[in-house]
């Protein structure tokens, strides 16, 4: 089953401001709470993937709307 993001789309990187255009990261940060990241700053600081830790977002250009993928 693939998981919408059902919240407001995120315009930026929480941690570097970058913009957020195709896909972004839902991560734990273990410090600061859940942030929005974006692919530079997910490896730079090295989050992880999985249940408690973070989630992978991709715009689906139909649905006009960002899906999970991990
Ligand atoms: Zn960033």
């Not at 600061?32 to 600081?45: D, K, L, R, S, Y």
């Not at 090295?46 to 715009?59: E, I, N, P, R, S």
């Amino acid at each position: 089953m693939r998981k919408a993001w059902l919240s407001p789309v995120p315009e930026k990187c929480q941690l570097c401001r970058y913009k957020i255009i195709d896909e972004f990261y839902d991560v734990n940060t273990f410090g600061m709470g859940w942030a929005i990241v974006c692919n530079a700053c997910f490896h730079i600081e090295g989050f992880k993937l999985g249940v408690g830790f973070g989630q992978h977002y991709k715009l689906d250009k139909k649905e006009k709307t960002f899906l999970r993928v991990r």
